[in-house]
């Protein structure tokens, strides 16, 4: 069997990971330590992001054609890919932690809902919050004012309650 067709279900499973992709982010991982790169993958699998390292030959081969095509312009050193198809931000978010911490782990470039954004860009990106934590300061905020209301209404309650009492007191006196 050739070379070729040996690599080839490796350059469809690249395509067809990145065909259905919200967010693409290549990295740089040289220097990272086993530990370090473990706990990476421990966190980047809990957040539903698939992390593989693939020879860059093949990236590029499945890149062709695709809103990742910009990426192969990268394809240098020692790289793997972080592929989300459900959260746009996580594989940004969780790397840039990670990034910060081991300074060996270096963010390249993604392609984000079929949008290049260099390294600067990733970093951006990485400042956005999660879908749920948005959702959630969307609530807060939709809540606040009903609560605000009830509160009011509440002390207009006991104070107008209060004044009731006094008058009764003052009545019966």
Do not use: W
């Not at 054609?65 to 394809?75: F, I, K, N, P, Y």
């Amino acid at each position: 069997m050739a070379k070729v067709e040996l690599k080839q279900p490796i350059v469809e499973e690249i395509a067809n990971s990145i065909k259905d992709a919200q967010s693409v982010v290549l990295v740089n991982y040289s220097g990272l330590t086993v530990e370090q790169d473990t706990i990476l993958r421990k966190e980047l699998r809990e957040s539903g992001v698939q992390y593989k390292v693939y020879k860059n030959t093949l990236m590029n081969r499945a890149f062709a054609g695709t809103a990742c095509e910009s990426l192969c312009q990268h394809l240098e050193g020692t790289n793997a890919l972080a592929i989300s198809t459900t959260d746009a931000t996580a594989p940004a978010r969780i790397l840039a932690k990670y990034a910060k911490q081991y300074p060996a782990l270096e963010l390249i470039a993604g392609v984000v809902e079929g949008n290049y954004n260099d390294q600067a860009g990733i970093q951006a990106l990485s400042q956005i919050p999660s879908r749920e934590e948005l959702l959630g300061k969307l609530l807060g905020s939709i809540q606040s004012p009903i609560t605000n209301l009830a509160r009011v209404l509440n002390q207009v309650a006991e104070a107008g309650g209060a004044e009731a009492a006094i008058a009764a007191k003052g009545a019966e006196a």
